[in-house]
């Protein structure tokens, strides 16, 4: 076992503990079992929640045994957000979704190997659902204090603004019977959450102390990393087509990628620390890289790569990495598969045609030069690319020869312009 705690204090993402001396002993004295909960508000997880993901896969990688809840019974109810209140989905979808984020996780945790580190999968659905109003109220409400209860800062924002329902009010209630229930079945004596569940993880703490007195599995601990934010102070985990989701179908392989291959130089170091299982000395090297030659991107493609075979699998990185080089030059376009070529294309600046027409033509359909009449100027120039072989005439038009798959034509302007046409 190694020190976790150390490990994450210089990774730059512990942000909170209850008593770090005694966890330190609890993990020394280990295998400490602890849990984090990820309620299913919709299909899939997505980046966001891979700093919890890969928190859980840390401490199980350390010497620990790792829960991962899926909230059946908190996703119909839904954590308040500090801005409206949330709509709540029909019972037959959140379990659809509960079913989906059960997969996903199990790919990063070890659910299969016998032994004191053997993940556990959990749904708080089966102890929440049979428990009936009166037994909710009377054994377990009258130990959550109004007061407390108003304070927290989520509530306070929305009791100055719309208001808030009881059902979202409660929620607190529901997660500290998650941390019971898991001490009480499986001994967890932590639970970790990013920085925004304090009060909600701090409420179990208190609900267990005040239901079980002496705790027989010993004292249970909070332990909240810090919320990741953007150099440019936009939200982490979007970009300008939405949330960048763990599922493929939501997000390819070949945008999830390019997402982590576009972090802003000034957010590698920290995104280095927060999901890379590199050993300290490269990561430490790959920050000095940035730092001394941003244009290699070094730690961006360290990131995009160890990330998307992580997500994706080995394969499909390959094929990513491989369509990335292949756009600019360095590969055969021809020999990509056509679905990763399809994703690759899908985004860039692309325009869907029923006919060929001359290059000069499509540069200007997909946005690489102004006009028609700049279109033939770049081909004059040398600096119009189809399919990687440079355009030599001004006039020149693609024949179905080379359309790859039979659909897609690849357009570049110089070395790093790139748009898509296709036939269809």
Known sequence: MTDIVDELRWRGVLAQTTDEEALRKALADGPLTLYCGFDPTASSLHVGHLTQILALRRFQLAGHRPIALVGGATGLIGDPKPSAERVLNDEQTVRDWVAALRGQLSAFLDFDTAGPTQ?????????????????????????????????RETVKTRLDGEG???????????????????????????????????????????????????????????????LLTKADG?????????????DPELTTPYAFYQFWLNTDDRDVPRYLRTFSFASREEIEE?????????????????????????????????????????????????????????????ELPHAKVTELAPIADLL????????????????????????????????????????????????RRGKRNLGAVELG
């Open 119 to 151: 993940a556990v999968m959990a749904n708080n659905y089966e102890w929440i659902e049979g428990i009936s109003a009166l037994t909710l109220l009377r054994d377990f409400g009258k130990h959550f204090s109004i007061n407390q209860m108003l304070a």
């Open 164 to 226: 808030m329902s009881y059902t979202e009010f409660s929620y607190v209630i529901l997660q500290s019977l998650d941390f019971l229930e898991l001490y009480q079945r499986y001994g967890c004596t932590l639970q970790i959450g990013g920085s925004d569940q304090w009060g909600n993880i701090t409420a179990g703490l208190d609900l267990i102390r005040r239901i079980l007195g002496n705790q027989p599995h010993g004292p249970a601990h909070a332990l909240t990393q810090n």
């Open 234 to 246: 936009t939200k982490f985990g979007k970009t300008e087509g939405g949330t960048v989701w763990l």
């Open 286 to 346: 790959l920050e000095r890289a940035t730092a001394e030659r941003p244009q290699a991107r070094a730690g961006q493609r360290a990131l995009a790569e160890e990330l998307t075979t992580l997500v994706h699998g080995a394969d499909q990185c390959a094929a990513v990495v491989a369509a990335s080089r292949a756009l600019f030059g360095q590969g055969d376009l021809a020999a990509l598969d056509e679905r990763t070529l399809a994703a690759a294309l899908g």
């Open 364 to 411: 200007a359909l997909v946005d690489l030069v102004p006009s028609k009449s700049a279109a033939r100027r770049t081909i004059n120039e040398g600096g119009a690319y189809l399919n990687n072989t440079k355009v030599t005439a001004e006039d020149a038009v693609p024949t179905e020869a080379d359309l790859i798959h039979g659909r897609w034509l690849v357009l």
